[in-house]
């Protein structure tokens, strides 16, 4: 009921292009779901967040999608760039608990 | 933008030797955690940190692992008697105590034994 499960494991896209990372959770009392963006040889850097009572969240490029029903979260980025060739992690987290990450995803992005 | 700090990036040792991983957390910040990475793997939890105490552990946070808050700007994680597979890039995360606030983290130690 802890984890939270992340497809796909690898992305390639051209630029320009949407890449999709699909999240879901069991755990009904997480409050907090935050994505991680994760460069080779660095942390993880928060990206964006979403609270369950949002639906949709947009900074710059990148847009998380939420669906409280079926316990699913997505993570959209709008005219993928070569910089955006990452490792990317969802998590979820229950008010100050510890972060549950998803598995990962990477991806690349090719000019 | 303030960040969290840790050091060494790298560290080497021999099995069975003890490593302590030393993290600044940022500066007003009271929840503090330790997360660690295998290559390639995802990040998993290992410690909570809070008003001086350990608020969770993890199974891999066995009677090898300690962590200990020595002053008001350090945060340890000290292994004792380090195996093989402690191999692994250790972070340092720390956040404030608003409710819904990110855990930010730092850049890692990676932690080879040898």
């Known amino acids: 009921q802890q984890q939270v499960k992340q497809s796909p494991q690898s992305l390639i896209v051209q630029k320009g292009g949407i890449p999709i990372i699909n999240c879901a959770y069991e755990n009904t009392a997480f409050d907090y779901f935050p994505w991680y963006q994760q460069f080779p040889g660095k942390g993880p850097a928060l990206l964006i967040a979403?609270?369950?009572?949002?639906s949709e969240k947009k900074e710059g490029r990148f847009t998380i999608s939420f669906n409280k029903s079926a316990k699913q979260f997505s993570l959209h980025i709008m005219d993928s760039q070569p910089g955006d060739s990452a490792t990317y992690f969802c998590?979820?987290?229950?008010?100050?608990?510890?972060?549950?990450f998803g598995t990962g995803t990477r991806l690349q992005v090719f000019p | 933008e303030p960040e969290v700090t840790q050091t060494p990036s790298h560290q080497v040792t021999q099995m069975g030797q003890e490593v302590i991983l030393r993290c600044v957390p940022i500066?007003?910040?009271?929840?503090f955690y330790w997360y660690r990475q295998i290559l390639g793997q995802k990040v998993e939890f290992l410690v909570s940190?809070?008003?001086?105490?350990?608020?969770?552990k993890s199974e891999i946070f066995d009677d090898q692992f300690s962590v200990e808050r020595p002053d008001g700007s350090n945060f340890t994680l000290k292994i004792r008697s380090t195996k093989l597979e402690d191999s692994a890039m250790y972070f340092c995360?720390?956040?404030?105590?608003?409710?819904?606030?990110?855990?930010?983290f730092g850049d890692g130690t990676r932690l080879s034994i040898l």
């Open positions: 500066s007003n910040h009271l929840y």
């Open positions: 979403i609270r369950p009572d949002v």
């Open positions: 995360a720390s956040r404030d105590s608003l409710l819904n606030q990110p855990q930010h």
């Open positions: 998590a979820a987290q229950r008010n100050t608990d510890k972060l549950i």
């Open positions: 940190f809070y008003n001086n105490e350990i608020s969770e």
